[in-house]
């Protein structure tokens, strides 16, 4: 083998010479007047008049769904077989994806590929009744413009449409309501002979007793990406709340956000509360939903946690209603998800789109077995009265259901940014590793106002 | 090929003058013909691309001219220096991990082991190759997730009870760096095989006849020897770790979001560019990994002899 | 052999027992650490959800259960999983094809013409080469999106189709293996360029056309950034970002999210080894491809 001999000097001048071109041209770029760095904020007035696509009666629409919700689509497209339908799988933002919005930057980029109805999550609705850039219109189409008759509106639950409304507009159907109540197993507690709470002191009384009469069993979990919703949400802690379209208010310091963090220390701290996910890979295996006395959750976790997921037999899960602290009149309570169809202001068969959204939304065929609780009231009566909902719940819930619904806390705003990503990858994190939610809360505090920053928030910490 | 090009330099040089002026103009055309298609792939995504990044980072969406303060507003940005760090300790991890590894493992397999059984464990050492990209994160969310993983029993005994815990955000680069090994070793450890292999056996025979122990032939002989090479794995090892991507964009869908959606650079300026619609900000972001994989190819190109395009 | 060498091996011998022991040791781990996710990986789509979890993870379910998976998978989407494998293979052979077309030309016309710009084309090139393709792909993408081209195949095979490390590749090939001599004499014989070029450089360049055409394939179908980012819909992707939607939107990786489908983990499974076997084809063979192909640059010297 040849000793390598070194590279000619011209070829090292050449390089050299190109990289000192380069170098320079960007000196020079420094030296120049500099305009501001910051994005052109869009312009459009939202209050122009909709202006719908070239319409094209019976085209294909496209459909893009959860895997949830995909059966009622798929319901749909049976009993409607003369719809010509292309139905898409996604993640349906769970979790705080982005995947819906990343996309339709792409699809205003390239003027065409928008799916013509979608299920998203409410913080969809922020950007989607919005263009993405001064020469874009908005995705979601404002629904209340001759699309979906105001009869079909005002049969949705109350407030159950505020995170649809921009601008005086509705840009969404909402599918289900997600107000939190107390689910607990009756037989269970009725074994071990304990009350149900009614306030969150005796909730954490019970906890402890739980912890040391019964270890192993379960009074709640803090591990899922909405977890937070469940809890700080209804105990009323400012850590979302919109003051003014543009300004938020983050204040974890806040006592109602302590008092929460305190209470669920304790209960972390005996094991009565996990810090796993109900909906984490491990749970259903080690400890499994039969270790679960009591939840804390949405309307959805009796069908969709208890039943399908964790396969409780009937006649065991109860709910009861919100939590309330001692010394406050007025119960107040979260809500997790409850997702949205929008249907797309591109699209060329919005009466097709705009049926879907509707049919999927109101209709008992589908909502009446939904595994969620339905936002429009005479589906959720239907619900309530189905025998597969009333005879799988060991109390009548509909009372229960019905009075949380009204308690939703407003304080929680519907923000640009959703509100699981800080939770998920800073709170959970910590707490896995052994930290206390009270000791996490300034983290909590600079994620959100981190984010809320960057998506163009102004913050107000009082 | 060694063999085939020793002659050529030499014979080409005393080339009459006067023959390769006249052949010049006949041959040069041709010469534009052919690299024709090539030339205009390689403006269109690799000079035209370059540029515009510069273009789109001196600029804002306005089209007006802002000089630094993209990328001084992108180097602000909170999460600009978490994902930096993100991507620096995850390249040390990597570098040494690779670097260190394979060659010992090269070493190993070309002179202590019996040739046949050193061909099994190269081809079984390789074939994991074949899953890169999104095939192995997937795998290692299994293998990870002490719930279904073969090994779950090794992850306990480390302290990992469930998936969550696997992945804090501390255990990352780890992970990063497990998934790369997997399925680049095998590749560079065949690759440093050939290198020694390429090593005359005259050499290692007087090596040993000098007295020189297997150990004190390696770090005498061979790895000087492989220098060049193991510079070039460590340059490409690092241009691509800077690259990441699918690996953290997928462990953070799987872990429902414990993982951060912008812990590497270009996960950040995907987040600019498709959730903030920024795209000068992104391209900032890219200039600045731009110039990181720029000095590592300049330093290649230049400093290194892999890479002579000096043959006449 | 003499006494005295025989001694000192023995003396070796015994010195270098602990040092054996650990590369025993280490290459015993690192056999482990490679084979065993493979060996799992391929057992898994053989057994149900419940039975990945309970059973022993090395174990062998039943074919019953891997037609199950197998069903299930095709299921999705209405062949969905059908659909982004033919994807994959009109992008990387499309892309093979015109990288081919290219790469050949330009490196026999770098390796054995002249013409003006020759070396800065190959620093170019060379620079190009070692750049981390990653970070432009934003540009790109803004620069397809000016021709129109986002959303159609070509967004996706003709950045493919640029491959500078093949060029240089059969660059490499060129200058080392064909002497100019050989051309020059052709040349007088009234062979024209292009007759030179198919004639006797084409047939030579077999061996590195196949080189090329390994690397870029595999880079190819492995690729997820770029169709990631100009593909909007479901139907063009690639098998690689597919799998990414079959993990981020059934139950595979969370189990209880997402109810109406039956994709969980044996099933995903199954859907990387599906999407792999093409490249796992090419590697058994490509061992030997891939030392000479990255050796090149080296046995120059």
């Not at chain 1, 107390?182 to 909730?203: A, I």
């Not at chain 3, 650490?33 to 789509?45: S, T, Y």
């Not at chain 3, 599906?274 to 090419?282: D, F, G, K, Q, R």
Request: glycine share 6%; hydrophobic share 50%.
């Amino acid at each position: 083998m040849k000793s390598p001999e070194p590279a000619k000097p011209g070829m090292r001048r050449l390089v050299s010479r190109s990289a000192f071109a380069l170098l320079s041209l960007s000196a020079a770029a420094m030296l120049g007047g500099c305009a501001s760095a910051t994005q052109s904020t869009p312009t459009a007035s939202p209050s122009a008049a909709f202006k719908p696509a070239a319409q094209t009666a019976g085209s294909q629409i496209t459909v893009w769904a959860d895997s949830t919700r995909l059966p009622a689509v798929q319901q749909y497209q049976k009993s409607h077989p003369d719809v010509k339908m292309n139905i898409v799988t996604y993640d349906g933002s769970a979790n705080g994806s982005t995947y819906l919005q990343t996309k339709v930057q792409l699809f205003d980029r390239t003027g065409n590929g928008w799916p013509d109805v979608v299920f998203g999550s409410p913080t969809d609705v922020t950007w989607a009744s919005q263009p993405t850039s001064p020469s874009a219109t908005a995705f979601a189409a404002p629904l209340d413009a001759n699309l979906v008759p105001q009869q079909t509106l005002d049969g949705f639950a109350k407030g159950s449409l505020a995170p649809c409304q921009f601008n005086g507009h509705t840009y969404c159907l909402r599918n289900d309501i997600a107000q939190v109540v107390l689910w607990y197993n009756k037989t269970l507690m009725d074994k071990f002979g304990y009350q149900v709470p009614t306030t969150w002191e005796q909730y954490e009384a019970l906890g402890e007793q739980v912890a040391k009469e019964h270890p192993g069993y379960l009074v709640g979990a803090v591990g899922d990406t909405n977890s937070q919703e469940s809890y700080f949400w209804s105990s009323q802690c400012p850590a979302f709340q919109l003051e003014d379209p543009a300004t938020l208010k983050v204040d974890l310091a806040d006592g109602n956000c302590t008092r929460m963090a305190t209470l669920l220390d304790k209960l972390i701290a005996a094991k009565a509360v996990t810090t796993q996910g109900f909906f984490s890979q491990g749970f259903a295996k080690d400890p499994g939903g039969s270790k679960v006395l009591m939840a804390n959750g949405p309307s959805w976790y009796g069908q969709y946690l208890f039943n399908a997921a964790f396969k409780v037999p009937a006649g065991q899960i109860a709910a009861a209603a919100p939590l309330t602290w001692e010394g406050e009149t007025t119960a107040a309570t979260g809500n997790v998800g409850g997702g949205v169809w929008m249907v797309s202001s591109h699209s060329t068969n919005l009466k097709a789109s705009t049926d879907l959204a509707t049919w999927l939304t109101t209709s008992n065929d589908f909502q009446a077995n939904a595994p969620t609780y339905p936002a429009y009231v005479p589906a959720a009566k239907a619900w309530l009265a189905n025998p597969a909902n009333s005879k799988y719940f060991a109390t009548d819930i509909s009372d229960v259901f019905q009075q949380a619904a009204d308690l939703v806390w407003t304080g929680w705003s519907n923000t640009k940014f959703s509100d699981a990503t800080a939770w998920s990858n800073v709170v959970l994190p910590a707490l896995t590793q052994g930290k206390t939610l009270t000791e996490t809360l300034p983290q909590w505090q600079t994620a959100i106002t981190d984010e809320a920053k960057s998506v163009g928030y102004t913050i107000a910490t009082k | 090929m060694t063999a085939l090009n020793t002659g050529h330099e030499a014979v080409s040089s005393v080339t009459p003058v006067r023959r390769r002026a006249a052949t010049r103009g006949r041959a040069g055309l041709a010469g534009y013909l052919f690299v024709s298609g090539y030339a205009i792939l390689l403006l269109a995504f690799g000079i035209f691309p370059t540029v515009y990044a510069f273009f789109l980072a001196l600029t804002n969406d306005r089209g007006q001219f802002t000089g630094l303060n993209q990328f001084i507003k992108v180097a602000q940005d909170y999460r600009f220096a978490p994902a930096f760090l993100n991507i620096s300790l995850y390249l040390v991890m990597w570098l040494l991990s690779v670097v260190v590894l394979t060659v010992v493992v090269a070493i190993v397999l070309r002179s202590r082991m019996r040739p046949r059984l050193s061909a099994i464990f190269r081809f079984l050492y390789y074939l994991p190759g074949a899953l890169a990209g999104v095939a192995s994160v997937l795998v290692w969310l299994f293998m990870l997730d002490p719930a279904v993983s073969p090994v779950s029993w090794l992850l306990r005994s480390l302290g990992f009870a469930d998936f969550a815990a696997v992945l804090s955000p501390g255990d990352l680069p780890v992970i990063l760096v497990l998934i790369a090994f997997w399925t680049g070793a095998g590749g560079w450890i065949v690759v440093m095989y050939g290198a020694l292999n390429n090593i005359p056996d005259e050499v290692l025979e007087a090596a040993r006849t000098d007295g020189a122990g297997p150990w004190k032939t390696a770090w005498h002989i061979q790895i000087p020897m492989i220098r060049k090479w193991i510079a070039y794995m460590a340059i490409l090892a690092f241009a691509g770790g800077t690259q990441l991507f699918v690996e953290p964009q997928m462990l953070q869908t799987a872990s429902l979001g414990r993982v951060s959606p912008t812990w590497s650079p270009n996960q950040l300026a995907y987040v600019f560019a498709f959730q903030h619609g920024d795209f000068n900000g992104a391209a900032a972001i890219s200039i600045f990994l731009l110039a990181l994989g720029l000095i590592c190819a300049a330093l290649l190109v230049t400093r290194s002899d892999l890479f002579k395009v000096d043959e006449s | 052999m003499t006494n005295a060498s025989n001694a000192s091996a023995t003396r070796r011998r015994q010195t270098t027992l602990v040092p054996n022991l650990i590369v025993i040791a280490l290459f015993a781990a690192l056999l482990l650490f490679f084979v065993v996710p493979v060996v799992w990986l391929l057992l898994a789509p053989t057994k149900t959800a419940n039975e990945l979890i309970h059973d022993n993870p090395l174990s062998f379910g039943s074919l019953a259960n891997l037609g199950a998976a197998w069903q299930h998978l095709i299921a999705f989407q209405d062949h969905a999983l059908l659909m982004w494998l033919r994807n994959s293979a009109v992008y990387s052979i499309g892309a093979l094809v015109i990288t081919l077309a290219t790469s050949v030309p330009a490196g026999y016309a770098l390796a054995l013409t002249k013409f003006r710009g020759r070396k800065t084309l190959l620093v170019i090139t060379l620079m190009v080469m070692i750049m981390p393709t990653a970070t432009l792909v934003l540009p790109i993408f803004l620069e397809l999106n000016q021709f129109g081209l986002i959303g159609t195949i070509w967004s996706v095979i003709l950045p493919f189709s640029f491959y500078p490390f093949g060029v240089y590749l059969v660059y490499i090939y060129f200058a080392t293996t064909l002497p100019r001599e050989i051309l020059a004499a052709a040349r007088i014989d009234g062979c024209s360029e292009w007759q030179l070029f198919t004639r006797i450089a084409l047939p030579l360049a077999k061996p590195v056309a196949a080189l090329v055409a390994f690397f870029s394939f595999v880079g190819n179908w492995n690729n997820f950034f770029l169709p990631y980012l100009v593909l909007p819909n479901s139907d063009q992707f690639p098998i690689q970002v597919g799998l990414n939607q079959l993990l981020s939107s059934t139950p595979s990786f969370n189990p209880v999210a997402g109810a109406g489908l039956n994709i969980t983990s044996p099933e995903l499974a199954l859907a990387i080894i599906i999407a792999i076997v093409p490249v796992l084809v090419l590697f058994l063979f490509s061992q030997r491809a891939l030392v000479s192909g990255m050796l090149a640059g080296a046995t120059k010297g």
